[in-house]
């Protein structure tokens, strides 16, 4: 009887959609709550990234070839006014260089002098930007360098301006550059004018980051330039992130509302740097002493 | 219109598991293009459109576990969680599939009001998991539902023709 039940469905194939809809629901959430907790999926996912490269090439072929078309017919007095233009810059910059090293070799001297740990050169390796990524939402550009340079997760990313962002997941020859105005995304900075530390914020949106909290009576204003800090041991000292916009201090508040324009323009190049590791800075004796210190309490120390 | 109607009622021949592949990737390569700006807020969901044509139209061969794959791969190309885009496709597939007899019962322009609502609810799946993250809306996501449900009719014209020339030259 159940049998001659079951042959009179039209779609005898398999289980009905609804249960496939939550079988396939469920295995969807599952993955959802393991990848979000607890990256196991990460080799999954880089290797499913493998297959579908090709696909992802071709799709930025046709904007590509358009460029190299458009390099192709540019003028040639464009091209020499833009030589004259790069050359002239690298005279400027010549001249700020070598006052640069010089006051890099006092400044050697004296921390030497105090005993001081010496400041970190960075070098960096040149990028390109593949493709950003499509939907609204995700502040994340992919770069064509991935584990097979020697790039890795945690790796800072900038332009000739300004913080682009930071290296989060690595695939073979892509990796993922997770940016600075992702929301929640912070940045330890400075303000380079008086040297007051603070944490800058991610707000979700592509040209927005917010100092969160900053006491209203805090000596910043309007065209402050922030650079990083280099106290998280993640962003070296003082590369430049943002410029403060705007301050709302209102006093049924304790902090002061302040919107920052980013200076690194992921939207405007194609070209980015990627630094190469900083060594990690001593582990904090907190962490090793007494484990059950709540996380929230030691960001709260680093912010101060 | 009559063409249209047309086209709806004539038989076509079995579709070749190829051509639901090819039109799949193709998909996957147009919302891979490197959208910007303001065409980025309004660019459609190709695969979304794809997938729920070919639930309607072949539910046997595409259906649910063909749609989740397909998420999978589009979780992994947005860099978005892993599930997140098989989680919305794997819901629009079932209203595809559940709805198919009688979507196809339909012509084009009152198939269209009927897509809007499960791509709707697709848009909706992909910003609830987004909201239940990372704790915020992007309206002007939903943005893309609507230029989605446009693809509708332009789509489904193309391919009734595609399948009918294959008809022609056997």
Same mark, same amino acid.
């Given at each position: 009887?159940?049998?001659?039940?079951?042959?009179?469905?039209?779609?005898?194939?398999?289980?009905?959609?609804?249960?496939?809809? /939550?079988?396939?629901?469920?295995?969807?959430?599952?993955?959802?709550?393991?990848?979000?907790?607890?990256?196991?999926?990460?080799?999954?996912?880089?290797?499913?990234?493998?297959?579908?490269?090709?696909?992802?090439?071709?799709?930025?072929?046709?904007?590509?070839?358009?460029?190299?078309?458009?390099?192709?017919?540019?003028?040639?007095?464009?091209?020499?006014?833009?030589?004259?233009?790069?050359?002239?810059?690298?005279?400027?910059?010549?001249?700020?260089?070598?006052?640069?090293?010089?006051?890099?070799?006092?400044?050697?001297?004296?921390?030497?002098?105090?005993?001081?740990?010496?400041?970190?050169?960075?070098?960096?390796?040149?990028?390109?930007?593949?493709?950003?990524?499509?939907?609204?939402?995700?502040?994340?550009?992919?770069?064509?360098?991935?584990?097979?340079?020697?790039?890795?997760?945690?790796? *800072?990313?900038?332009?000739?301006?300004?913080?682009?962002?930071?290296?989060?997941? /690595?695939?073979?020859?892509?990796?993922?550059?997770?940016? /600075?105005?992702?929301?929640?995304?912070?940045?330890?900075?400075?303000?380079?004018?008086?040297?007051?530390?603070?944490?800058?914020?991610?707000?979700?949106?592509?040209?927005?980051?917010?100092?969160?909290?900053?006491?209203?009576?805090?000596?910043?204003?309007?065209?402050? *330039?922030?650079?990083?800090?280099?106290?998280?041991?993640?962003?070296?000292?003082?590369?430049?992130?943002?410029?403060?916009?705007?301050?709302?201090?209102?006093?049924?508040?304790?902090?002061?509302?302040?919107?920052?324009?980013?200076?690194?323009?992921?939207?405007?190049?194609?070209?980015?740097?990627?630094?190469?590791?900083?060594?990690?800075?001593?582990?904090?004796?907190?962490?090793?002493?007494?484990?059950?210190?709540?996380?929230?309490?030691?960001?709260?120390?680093? *912010?101060? | 219109?009559?063409?249209?109607?047309?086209?709806?009622?004539?038989?076509?021949?079995?579709?070749?598991?190829?051509?639901?592949?090819?039109?799949?990737? $193709?998909?996957?390569?147009?919302?891979?293009?490197?959208?910007?700006?303001?065409?980025?807020?309004?660019?459609?969901?190709?695969?979304?459109?794809?997938?729920?044509?070919?639930?309607?139209?072949?539910?046997?061969?595409?259906?649910?576990?063909?749609?989740?794959?397909?998420?999978?791969?589009?979780?992994?190309?947005?860099?978005?969680?892993?599930?997140?885009?098989?989680?919305?496709?794997?819901?629009?597939?079932?209203?595809?599939?559940?709805?198919?007899?009688?979507?196809?019962?339909?012509?084009?322009?009152?198939?269209?009001?009927?897509?809007?609502?499960?791509?709707?609810?697709?848009?909706?799946?992909?910003?609830?998991?987004?909201?239940?993250?990372?704790?915020?809306?992007?309206?002007?996501?939903?943005?893309? $539902?609507?230029?989605?449900?446009?693809?509708?009719?332009?789509?489904?014209?193309?391919?009734?023709?595609?399948?009918?020339?294959?008809?022609?030259?056997?």
């Amino acid at each position: 009887m159940i049998e001659s039940a079951q042959s009179f469905q039209v779609s005898s194939r398999g289980p009905t959609p609804a249960a496939r809809l /939550v079988f396939f629901g469920v295995l969807s959430l599952l993955m959802m709550f393991v990848d979000a907790r607890f990256h196991y999926l990460e080799s999954t996912r880089s290797v499913v990234a493998v297959l579908v490269s090709p696909l992802q090439r071709l799709a930025t072929l046709p904007s590509v070839l358009l460029q190299q078309g458009g390099d192709f017919f540019v003028m040639q007095s464009s091209l020499i006014n833009k030589n004259n233009e790069l050359q002239r810059q690298r005279e400027r910059d010549a001249a700020q260089l070598l006052s640069a090293q010089s006051l890099r070799q006092e400044n050697q001297q004296l921390r030497s002098l105090l005993a001081l740990s010496q400041r970190e050169q960075f070098t960096g390796q040149f990028a390109e930007i593949v493709y950003t990524a499509r939907d609204a939402f995700s502040m994340k550009l992919l770069i064509n360098k991935g584990s097979s340079e020697h790039m890795q997760a945690g790796q *800072v990313v900038m332009d000739e301006q300004g913080i682009i962002g930071q290296i989060t997941r /690595v695939y073979p020859w892509l990796s993922e550059v997770t940016l /600075v105005t992702e929301k929640d995304h912070a940045v330890p900075v400075q303000v380079l004018r008086n040297g007051i530390r603070s944490v800058v914020f991610g707000a979700g949106d592509t040209s927005q980051l917010a100092i969160r909290f900053m006491p209203v009576s805090t000596d910043i204003q309007n065209g402050d *330039v922030l650079v990083t800090s280099g106290i998280d041991g993640i962003y070296p000292q003082g590369i430049p992130v943002a410029r403060v916009t705007k301050i709302e201090r209102d006093a049924g508040y304790p902090f002061a509302r302040i919107t920052c324009l980013p200076l690194g323009g992921a939207d405007r190049h194609r070209h980015l740097l990627v630094l190469s590791v900083l060594p990690k800075l001593p582990a904090r004796p907190d962490e090793q002493a007494a484990p059950g210190v709540a996380p929230v309490q030691e960001k709260k120390a680093e *912010v101060r | 219109m009559q063409s249209l109607d047309q086209a709806q009622s004539e038989i076509l021949r079995p579709v070749s598991s190829l051509f639901i592949i090819t039109s799949v990737l $193709c998909a996957l390569l147009l919302n891979a293009l490197p959208w910007k700006g303001l065409w980025l807020t309004l660019h459609p969901d190709f695969v979304a459109v794809v997938l729920l044509y070919w639930c309607m139209h072949k539910p046997l061969s595409v259906g649910v576990g063909m749609a989740w794959m397909v998420g999978v791969v589009t979780d992994v190309i947005d860099a978005s969680l892993f599930g997140q885009h098989a989680l919305a496709y794997t819901v629009l597939a079932f209203g595809g599939v559940v709805l198919s007899y009688r979507l196809r019962m339909f012509d084009l322009k009152k198939q269209t009001s009927q897509v809007f609502v499960i791509l709707s609810l697709t848009y909706g799946m992909y910003a609830l998991v987004h909201w239940q993250v990372n704790g915020q809306i992007v309206w002007n996501y939903f943005l893309g $539902c609507l230029t989605s449900t446009l693809l509708w009719i332009p789509f489904s014209i193309l391919f009734q023709s595609m399948r009918q020339m294959r008809v022609e030259r056997e």
